[in-house]
């Protein structure tokens, strides 16, 4: 199957600083989406972005579909930003998951 | 309100016991999906269904099974073959766009399995 990787694993951000979180993928895919998991467990959609940029508040994604490859952008953290972030890419009738960047934002 | 229900929220079995897990949806979504997580892990995808009465093994389905006489109904039993169950277990939904591909997936919240 297709192979999703996540950089970096783990991320501390002083409140108020920027961070760039990556997602590289193995093959072509029809879709990519960015979850963020929080601490109890939900997994909250934050985009769904096959391809271009897309901007919601603070947070902004890239996908680069040719290059296989997408940017989930947070500016100016905040302590609720903490908690796993995830990308998925569906291809094949199915969705497979990288393992995730673990942010943790201190105030 | 639409959206996805698990539950229970939590689970506690005892070793040899089947449980059955519930997933219902009333988004009028084709595709639900079941996946496990382990502390610190990704999600892994146990079985998935894209249509009723169908449905497909993903990459950990030993020890498991499904069914899906409704569309908004995804039940997954967790039998006493499965060696190692305790984890969170997922469930998801989704559109189809085409043949070939599917639009956003949606997630319920979860049910926390324990064996005792």
């Known amino acids: 199957g297709i192979q999703v990787e996540q950089s970096p694993p783990d991320l501390i951000l002083q409140e108020g600083a920027n961070s760039t979180l990556r997602c590289n993928f193995s093959?072509?895919?029809?879709?990519l989406q960015w979850f963020h998991q929080n601490p109890w467990g939900q997994l909250i959609n934050l985009f769904y972005?096959?391809?271009g940029t897309k901007q919601n508040g603070r947070l902004s994604a890239t996908t680069v579909a040719t290059e296989r490859y997408s940017l989930l952008y947070i500016s100016s953290s905040q302590t609720t930003d903490s908690g796993v972030y995830f990308c998925?890419?569906?291809?094949?009738?199915?969705?497979?998951f990288g393992t995730g960047t673990s942010l943790t934002v201190i105030p | 309100d639409g959206g996805i229900t698990q539950s229970p929220k939590y689970l506690f079995r005892k070793e040899g016991q089947n449980v059955t897990l519930s997933c219902e949806q009333n988004?009028?979504?084709?595709?639900m999906y079941w996946y496990r997580q382990d502390p610190g892990q990704g999600l892994r995808l146990i079985y998935y269904?894209?249509?009723?009465?169908?449905?497909q093994k993903g990459d950990i389905a030993e020890g498991y099974s499904v069914s899906r006489e409704k569309k908004e109904s995804f039940p997954l039993t967790v039998t006493s073959a499965q060696k190692n169950p305790t984890a969170f277990y997922l469930c998801?939904?989704?559109?189809?766009?085409?043949?070939?591909?599917?639009?956003?997936?949606?997630f319920g919240p979860g049910t926390r399995l324990t064996v005792l």
């Open positions: 998925a890419v569906e291809t094949g009738n199915q969705f497979y």
């Open positions: 093959d072509s895919v029809n879709n």
């Open positions: 269904s894209q249509i009723v009465n169908d449905f």
């Open positions: 998801a939904s989704t559109l189809k766009d085409s043949p070939s591909s599917y639009n956003e997936q949606f």
């Open positions: 988004l009028n979504h084709d595709a």
């Open positions: 972005i096959p391809s």
